[in-house]
């Protein structure tokens, strides 16, 4: 690519030379040209009033088919069709030029939009592609982690891989903000809440048995401290409240 734009450029910086010099050659042309037929037109003119005059006189028959301008003027004539051939092949060739450069940028600029286009078709495919790995690996962390069935309703303080450092940091993060934390993720550990991301800080789990999600950063779901009593997640609460309903 980088060969194809240093080539390009280089033929693009003798353009405007090459046309001022066919530009330059078509004005002397056009200036013959009109010089000739200034000319021209000055001799058929007084050809004309000498043609006039003589049929006057007698001396020419006034017969159309025998009456015709000088060699002369018409040599002059056949010499402006031929400068004009010049310029209009002279116009050609700029033409031809400008056109050959436009389509070399056209199809470099097509070849930048494939690559474009294949560059974001790779990373829309690349978060699913982390997503799949990344639920994976949740998946079997969650397994050996707790388990529907050994699930504990306690409130989760801070995870026993963090440092106090981490800890610090992502719960004041989580607690004022609510918003999801980059923090670097083993693919082999668990994540948790709406935010898919792992345990850290002040944490909830929901009482229903059957959550799909269990645990939730207190940042996430707009809590700031610990819930008396039984707490159920934006999911479950409605499931909840049906079955009271009933």
């Not at 025998?66 to 002369?72: H, V």
């Not at 709406?194 to 909830?204: E, K, L, P």
């Amino acid at each position: 690519m980088s060969s194809f734009v240093d080539e390009f450029q280089a033929n693009l910086e003798a353009l405007p030379n090459i046309l001022q010099k066919k530009y330059s050659l078509l004005r002397d042309l056009d200036k013959s040209l009109q010089e000739i037929q200034r000319q021209n037109e000055q001799r058929c003119e007084q050809e004309i009033e000498d043609i006039k005059r003589g049929v006057k006189a007698g001396n020419i028959t006034p017969n159309t088919s025998l009456i015709r301008f000088s060699d002369e003027a018409l040599d002059e004539q056949k010499h402006s069709i031929r400068i004009a051939d010049e310029k209009m092949a002279l116009a050609v060739q700029a033409y031809d030029l400008v056109d050959a450069h436009i389509q070399q940028l056209d199809q470099f600029l097509k070849l930048c939009d494939e690559d474009n286009r294949r560059e974001r078709d790779t990373a829309a495919a690349a978060p699913a592609l982390l997503a799949s790995s990344l639920d994976g690996g949740t998946k079997s962390g969650r397994g050996s982690e707790s388990g529907r069935g050994g699930r504990k309703k306690t409130r989760l303080v801070a995870t026993e891989e963090a440092t106090e450092t981490e800890v610090a940091v992502a719960t004041t993060f989580a607690n004022t903000t609510g918003m999801q934390l980059d923090l670097p993720v083993d693919p082999n550990e668990p994540t948790y809440c709406f935010c898919n991301q792992v345990s850290y800080g002040d944490m909830i789990a929901c009482d229903n048995p059957d959550c799909k999600i269990e645990w939730f950063h207190f940042g996430c779901v707009g809590l700031k401290e610990k819930v008396k009593g039984k707490w159920y997640c934006s999911d479950c609460a409605p499931l909840k409240n049906r079955r009271r309903g009933r």
